[in-house]
């Protein structure tokens, strides 16, 4: 759908939820009369926070939340996965990958037994404040907002980072002249390294016997792209 903010047409997401007022939807044909083709899948109005009469105020708003994976496989234990590997083996007509010494050395832990779903994904804490200025009177009426979103992601050297700027102004000059002015920046960072899709692609499909790191100390995963 299309989505405007104070009639300005941007991402719903750039909208820090503190400074929303209200939210309209129009979903009939009326929205396509207005806002032409672009409301063929109907139209999210947004209208943030304004000022309000009274003496300057000074707020602030902020969470703290804990983000992580909503599937988490559990490993089946080192002994029965080979020995079902080696089973597979059998059934194809293919030589034992394993052998007892094998299995045994990989339950004392002298050989590699990863959980690489654990090793690529880690759980994080997500941030967000919001500072806001607001206050007027009968005849002006002003607002300033500030706000910062950090949302490190679940994979190492991933982030999302997000800094949001409002302020606006409503002045009254008489009964029928008003003037109103707003101001917005936002400004986005993003992490997300060149490769990683391959990485966690891979992770879910890694042989929990084969090494984080070889040898020549290329890594397991995408090994590729070292």
């Known amino acids: ?19 929303v007022e209200s939210i309209s939807v129009l979903k009939d044909a009326a929205s396509a009369s207005i806002y032409g083709s672009r409301a ?4 999210i109005l947004v209208t943030t926070k304004r000022g309000q009469e009274g003496k300057m105020k000074v707020s602030y708003d902020g969470y703290i939340g804990f983000q992580d994976r909503a599937t988490k496989p559990e490993l089946v234990s080192a002994r029965d996965y080979m020995e079902m590997v080696n089973e597979a083996q059998l059934n194809s007509g293919r030589k034992l990958m394993y052998t007892e010494d094998d299995i045994l050395a990989t339950i004392r832990g002298d050989k590699p037994y990863i959980n690489y779903l654990d090793e690529v994904y880690k759980a994080e804490f997500v941030t967000e404040h919001t500072v806001k200025l607001t206050g007027g009177n009968e005849s002006s ?3 300033a907002s500030f706000n910062y979103l950090d949302q490190p992601g679940l994979t190492a050297n991933t982030e999302f980072k997000r800094y949001n700027f409002r302020m606006n102004a409503d002045i009254k000059v008489n009964n029928y002249v008003k003037f109103s002015s707003d101001i917005s920046y936002r400004h986005n960072e993003r992490l997300w390294p060149e490769g990683l899709e391959d990485a966690q692609y891979q992770a879910w ?13 290329n890594y397991a995963l995408s090994q590729n792209r070292n």
């Open 205 to 217: 499909t890694m042989n929990p016997t084969t090494p984080i790191r070889y040898e020549n100390g």
């Open 40 to 43: 063929a899948h109907g139209v």
């Open 141 to 143: 009426k002003y607002m």
């Open 1 to 19: 759908p299309l989505v405007l903010v104070d009639g300005v047409e941007m991402a719903l997401q750039d909208v820090p939820a503190t400074e």
